[in-house]
């Protein structure tokens, strides 16, 4: 949709490239100035120019090959791309991204009548009632705030007229002159919205349609409008749920993403993938022709043997090198790894990753120039260039999925697809900067031994299977365990600590967990906070710089966390068997550890601050920095 003037023809909405992996992909609802439309699939997306993201293999193979598993296919070149950037001063229906009309039901301002778009009257972009009882001139339809959906991500318009009559006829067929009305009480409560049909008196209101079991509402249809109208899945069996149209529930991004490492065993596959364009149809004839004529392959081919080459080759073409180790694993082994810090020495320009270890001292250690570490912490890496690539795999509605400890879902059925055909998918890249701050492997298991932490540990995951058998997800995530739940804790706190005089907004810092059990083959407990963007805030060096004060983040980290303003009741939550269905976090509240949802990796959802710092109507051995840093 466009709107036209004399002089220019405008984009009717306008969302960042970031956005549109996040909050409004594929199959998300947005409400415009004058209009509530849906995002169409990345079938229908337009492109002028085709922005590919610079190969990254690591996070390519990973998710073809569990593309592969569900029936899909991952293009081996080009499988990510950047959203299309349309012009704000000259629109074109040749470049951007389509949205349809979504909901079709309109609500008439004037006599309150559910009227679908198709018998109003258009006026701008937007609609008039031209019947409506109380203004003879007709009146203005805004479109209604709710629709149906599902678990699995299906949507569809809400069935006003079965809901109306579920109690009289399941099937609406007891009244073919069904004439709708949606009236608001004072409040906008649920229950003082009332849908009415006047032509036999039948009226609900909107409450009963969030009954789960019994309710009026019947089973989901399979429909995905953002696919194009014949786009049902007709196998689905789950019952539909009422939405808000703008709820918070009513799209989660399933995004994966992966660091720029020089990973060894792999050099010689990122070289091939930068130039795969021209080498993806060489054999051993026209090899050899190719590094002597096309700049490009011969001086990314410099050093290798032709032999080693057709072997790259070949396994691209096969579906890429299979990962050997999950992403996170991978890229815990680079920081640890990183060289020591040399006065003086800058990153190379042409490197997008420069990490270098800062020499650290334990608590009571005594020498100039270096960084104090608290008890329980092992290290901290300055990582002063870094390169992320993330990509949205799908989303779902009403529920979150839940990751792995590597970052990475499973793509069943449950997720929601993004197109029908494409073998690509809608990626960003962001160069930045970060701290990754590694806690003592012996300190965290000598924490978990603890009988405390192992009787909270019981409760978290009590909870964690109750919220897991009422997911939609058919095989679950393992139960992260407690070391996750510190990790992402303490990460929260840190940010909120560091954000205070780093000289970026909170909001512009982000977190990436690295965790593994002790009995894993590389066990993990570290924190990465980096920030990176292409808008209005750079990487100028203040968040590395913040690495070397880490003790006193760290203290500030512990003040922010001792004590909550939802205290007591906040520091006394326990999430098994809780009324309110709060089974992913123990005491975790807007006041003291939520975050910007675009600087958490997960919703805000498993958090404890408990078994940080010591809270109120805790045992103070629960907390692993009992005593501040």
């Not at 992966?258 to 090899?287: M, Y």
């Not at 022709?289 to 700049?295: A, G, H, L, T």
């Amino acid at each position: 949709m466009a709107k036209k003037d004399k002089k220019h023809q405008r984009p009717d909405g306008e969302i960042r490239r970031s956005q549109l992996l996040t909050s409004y992909g594929a199959g998300a609802m947005i409400d415009l100035v004058d209009a509530a439309v849906l995002v169409s699939g990345l079938d229908a997306w337009r492109f002028q120019v085709i922005e590919t993201i610079e190969d990254e293999p690591r996070l390519r193979d990973a998710i073809a090959r569990r593309f592969e598993s569900v029936g899909l296919k991952l293009a081996a070149d080009g499988a990510f791309r950047k959203p299309p950037a349309g012009d704000h001063d000259e629109a074109t229906p040749a470049c951007g991204i389509p949205a349809l009309i979504f909901p079709r039901w309109f609500v008439c301002q004037g006599c309150r009548a559910l009227v679908r778009n198709d018998g109003l009257e258009p006026k701008g972009n937007g609609y008039v009632h031209t019947l409506c009882t109380k203004k003879k001139s007709g009146a203005e339809c805004v479109p209604v705030r709710f629709v149906a959906a599902c678990r699995r991500g299906h949507l569809q318009e809400f069935p006003w007229k079965v809901f109306v009559h579920h109690e009289r006829s399941p099937d609406a067929s007891l009244c073919s002159g069904a004439s709708l009305k949606l009236y608001e009480g004072p409040s906008g409560d649920l229950s003082e919205i009332v849908a009415h049909c006047e032509a036999c008196d039948a009226r609900q209101p909107m409450s009963k349609a969030l009954l789960k079991q019994g309710g009026p509402l019947p089973l989901c249809e399979g429909h995905r409008p953002w696919l194009g109208p014949a786009a049902r899945e007709t196998d689905c069996t789950e019952p539909l749920r009422l939405l808000v149209r703008t709820g918070s529930n009513g799209y989660f991004s399933m995004t994966e993403s992966a660091l720029s490492i020089p990973e060894k065993g792999r050099e010689l596959d990122v070289k091939v993938a930068s130039v795969w364009d021209v080498l993806q149809n060489a054999d051993r004839a026209t090899l050899k022709v190719f590094r002597d004529n096309v700049p490009k392959v011969g001086r990314a081919l410099e050093g290798y043997a032709d032999g080693d080459v057709l072997a790259a080759i070949a396994a691209r073409r096969a579906g890429g090198p299979v990962v050997q180790e999950g992403l996170r694993t991978a890229e815990y082994r680079q920081l640890v790894a990183s060289d020591d810090e040399e006065p003086g020495a800058l990153p190379p320009p042409e490197e997008t990753f420069y990490a270098r270890k800062i020499a650290t001292l334990s608590p009571r250690g005594e020498q100039g120039g270096a960084t104090r570490l608290p008890a329980g912490f092992g290290g901290v890496v300055l990582v002063k260039k870094l390169r992320e690539v993330q990509v949205q795999v799908g989303f779902t509605r009403i529920d979150s999925l839940a990751a792995d400890l590597q970052g990475e879902y499973d793509l069943g059925v449950e997720a929601a697809r993004l197109s029908h055909l494409c073998d690509w998918l809608p990626a960003i890249d962001r160069q930045g900067e970060g701290v990754f701050l590694q806690l003592d492997e012996a300190a965290v298991s000598a924490w978990e031994d603890r009988p405390a932490v192992r009787e909270r540990a019981k409760a978290l995951e009590r909870a964690y299977r109750s919220w897991a058998s009422g997911s939609q997800q058919k095989n679950p995530p393992p139960f992260p365990g407690v070391r996750f739940y510190l990790l992402h804790s303490l990460s929260h706190l840190l940010m909120s600590a560091i954000s205070l005089e780093c000289g970026y907004s909170a909001s512009a810092l982000q977190e990436r967990l690295y965790c593994a059990p002790r009995n894993d083959a590389v066990p993990m407990a570290a924190i990465l906070i980096t920030t990176g963007t292409s808008g209005t805030e750079g990487t100028l060096g203040g968040l590395v710089e913040q690495g070397r004060r880490i003790g006193e983040h760290l203290r500030r980290a512990w003040d922010l966390g001792r004590l909550c303003s939802g205290d007591p009741v906040c520091a006394g939550h326990t999430p098994d068997e809780d009324p309110a269905e709060r089974f992913l976090e123990g005491a975790a509240c807007h006041g003291c550890l939520y975050v910007a949802e675009c600087s958490c990796e997960r919703f805000n959802r498993y958090l404890d601050r408990a078994l940080v710092v010591p809270t109120i109507g805790n045992p103070a051995e629960l907390a692993f920095l009992a005593e501040r840093p």
